[in-house]
DNA sequence: TTGTACTATGAATCCGTCC
DNA sequence: CGGACGGATTCATAGTACA
């Protein structure tokens, strides 16, 4: 995991590079980015040009790098990009793929048969689809994303509070309701026409970067287009790497990337978990006479467990951490002996939690 | 597509067959059937046992029928039901296939292998999902269900008028927002448990069998389970052709089924659902580039607050979402940070309520 | 009868660190 | 690398009990 200076130097940071992605991909260092976000084509078949009903038409995809010949053709490509990205990412990398129903079917199984580890599959809600002109098909009013591991033991980044905080609050559901990427955001040739033909929202990439990521981070894109990858991890304070063909792309990327600026670092900061916070031994509130050796904690239903000099807890039978005597007196599998005892003080209950709480604050 | 009366006689209209359901659509004469509805098994990969925060077991799946021992060993079995399948649809006939990203990219690249021809995913977004009970992921609050025709040139029903009523009037989207199946409708042992572990509502088939069936029509669901493919079908004057392995399943099916004659109108009426209220999270306004992390807000006081990235605020001393802080900085039990907080615009202050309006009559 | 509080539960790939 | 152990973690509904 760990990169020789002479490694590390090589990977182009906040550079888009002109060319194939899987050549470019095998070119760059091993277990050297950490999130990789793909856009990939999506191998449609359209049949002939689609009008509206008044008779204008669709301005569709049909762009020379979206056609595949087969089934075959578009799973061999699938399969040489993903064994690509997958070399670079690191042991705890992850991936996230975006597409419809046309290709995902493809990009997941690809995934799975590669070694990738699902975490899990997002759906876009597009508040505002185009609708289906011809009455044959329901609206296509969502796209899929599939966000993996680098494989079944990896442990890629999670910020599941700051998730949660995005969802005011509530645990952040596998499906994310945004509009599409118009108006001021949507960029045009000087022609007046789309840049690009599948140009993502920006939201889209800012949850997805603020959920797994970190500041600092290299976030790669291989199918980097118009940049929006590039313009969001530039906002949130991370390093990207662009890969792309098309110079007409390069040129207007460039262009959008120049006039983005970060966010100030203390924004940045996110929502942290527990887990995060420094272990506070039950022992040490024994040591710092917070409590007495001898004294007595209650547990919810009233029943008692005196406290030992060593730290742990004693009731007649039962012998053990403040976790274990809770554990068993519930016939639990597991406790949180912290928020599970209290002592008293005048009188009142209190949680020893408070107690842990003191030491934290006075540790920072 | 038109068969002799002595091949339609020998389907088994509105019956149970009991056995594996390849070999039972083997033994069906081909092109013989208008619509397959399918939940195949899900090959869910689980660890040990789950407990909630609560410390109350998760009755989770894990039957025999959903054991595989690899990736290949799925394909093959989802390749060899799929096969069958494709034989005894009519030309214009089609396939629904239900699964979550543990399986529907392979069924879905399968489907393609086969011959079929994807005409929309549907997202099912769950309004009640069972949530993550560790922190670890995002809520799976939706599953997949892949439509497609019998193959390129297929013609399959498709009731656009029928679903765009459903949908009050505007065209039926891709993605269906129901509750899972819950309370009375869901099926229990005589011992109180759940009759079967992945019971599907009756609203989703409601609105499949709808859209993509006509009065008369034959529709075979291959896992057919406790059957409620069968009860809509009956409900909606379908004929049905159930298949199922398990003998316990098929008892409770039957019961089932026979008491849907005297239910019929009143169940009709009970399958429609209700629309879920667009809430918006503070932090969509981040997201999507409303609000910028770093920027300031202020109260009513002229106190201010500065935007973090995950949609939460941050004063020099606290942190949390727009109500929070809003509520400690008044020492006040709540606050409705939408109308709490203002930002600035051309020197005036603009409360951000403003914002969450703009974001609803987007969604509307 | 009505309102409130409490309990039960759902297709789930659900812990991290230290020894 | 396996085992021990500290301790963090949930949302929407439906049903039930009781005032």
């Not at 008044?54 to 049909?62: G, L």
């Not at 700051?162 to 559901?173: D, F, H, V, Y």
């Not at 039950?282 to 904690?297: A, D, I, N, S, W």
């Not at 008293?344 to 939690?353: E, P, T, Y």
Request: charged share 25%; with cysteine.
């Amino acid at each position: 995991m760990t990169k020789s200076g002479a490694e590390v130097a090589k990977l182009p940071l906040n550079e888009i590079v002109r060319g194939d992605c899987i050549d470019v991909m095998n070119a760059l260092p091993e277990a050297s980015v950490d999130l990789i976000f793909a856009d990939p084509p999506y191998n449609l078949q359209l049949g002939g040009t689609l009008h509206r009903p008044d008779n204008s038409r669709v301005d569709a995809v049909d762009d020379d790098w979206d056609q595949f010949a087969s089934f075959e053709a578009y799973d061999s490509f699938t399969k040489a990009w993903l064994a690509a990205a997958r070399r670079i990412l690191k042991p705890n990398g992850a991936i996230w793929v975006i597409g419809s129903y046309h290709n995902i079917f493809r990009v997941g199984a690809a995934l799975q048969d590669e070694g990738f580890w699902i975490l899990n599959d997002v759906v876009w809600r597009k508040t505002n689809p185009m609708p289906n002109f011809k009455g044959k098909r329901m609206t296509n009013a969502h796209e899929t994303m599939i966000w993996a591991g680098r494989d079944r033991s990896a442990k890629p980044t999670f910020n599941y509070d700051a998730l949660k905080a995005l969802n005011e609050g509530t645990q952040m559901r596998s499906d994310w309701t945004l509009p599409i990427c118009s108006g001021h955001e949507r960029l045009k040739t000087e022609e007046g026409g789309k840049a690009h033909p599948t140009q993502k929202p920006q939201s889209l990439l800012h949850r997805v970067l603020v959920g797994s990521t970190n500041p600092g981070d290299v976030v790669l894109d291989p199918f980097f287009g118009t940049g929006t990858t590039g313009a969001v991890a530039k906002m949130l304070g991370r390093d990207f790497i662009g890969i792309e063909r098309d110079e007409g792309y390069i040129k207007v990327a460039k262009k959008r990337l120049s006039m983005i600026r970060s966010y100030e670092k203390a924004a940045l900061e996110v929502t942290t978990s527990k887990r995060a916070e420094p272990r506070v031994p039950f022992g040490q509130l024994v040591e710092r006479g917070l409590l007495r050796p001898g004294e007595t904690l209650v547990n919810p239903k009233g029943e008692v467990a005196k406290i030992r000099a060593d730290g742990t807890l004693a009731t007649k039978t039962l012998k053990g951490s403040i976790h274990q005597v809770g554990a068993a007196l519930d016939g639990a599998p597991s406790c949180n002996g912290w928020t599970y005892w209290s002592f008293v003080r005048d009188g009142q209950r209190v949680v020893i939690d408070s107690l842990r709480q003191q030491i934290r604050s006075e540790m920072s």
